[in-house]
């Protein structure tokens, strides 16, 4: 098992067609994306990792760039490193499956718990993809119910946000 680095540093991307963003990286890839206006809801998940990061914007340009060319739609895959040892080994496991959805592709939650050998763990995998610190990134948004139709969505904007980022990928909803 790694352990968590030591350090986490923070930068932005401005001017998106999503918004501002704040990207929180540490020396194994990226830790986490949140939206600048929801300040609070990064605050409480650093609180939980219990480190602060320290203004880097050189170290998080990577990570912005592929998700201002994802959002540009000049983008199809996202070949930054993530830092998923924040997390539990139920999330990673629930949350790298997610990663592996290709884009303009969804997939339900219970297809991924199934994908994890766990099929009747659909709502924990609902659980974990709420909890999902790198939204679009790990690509939450490609998650639907068992019924084909858009559930939930914890990124500014909800489930506009959610059918926007599926529309872009050219992604087939009900």
Known sequence: MTLP???????ELTDSPLGNFRLIAS?????ALEW???QPRLDAYLRKIKLTPGPNQRR???FAKELKEYLAGKRTAFTIPIDWTFLTPFQREA???VFR?????????LDIAREINRPRASRAVGAANA?????????CHRLLGVDGKLHGY???GGLGTKEWLLRMEGAVIA
């Open 154 to 156: 914890g990124g500014k």
């Open 131 to 139: 909890m999902n610190p790198i939204p679009i990134i790990v690509p």
């Open 5 to 11: 680095p030591s350090r986490l540093y923070l930068g």
């Open 60 to 62: 998080i340009t990577p």
């Open 27 to 31: 020396d194994l890839g990226l830790v």
């Open 95 to 97: 949350l790298q499956a």
């Open 101 to 109: 959805i290709p884009y303009g592709e969804t997939r339900t939650y």
């Open 36 to 38: 600048a206006d929801r």
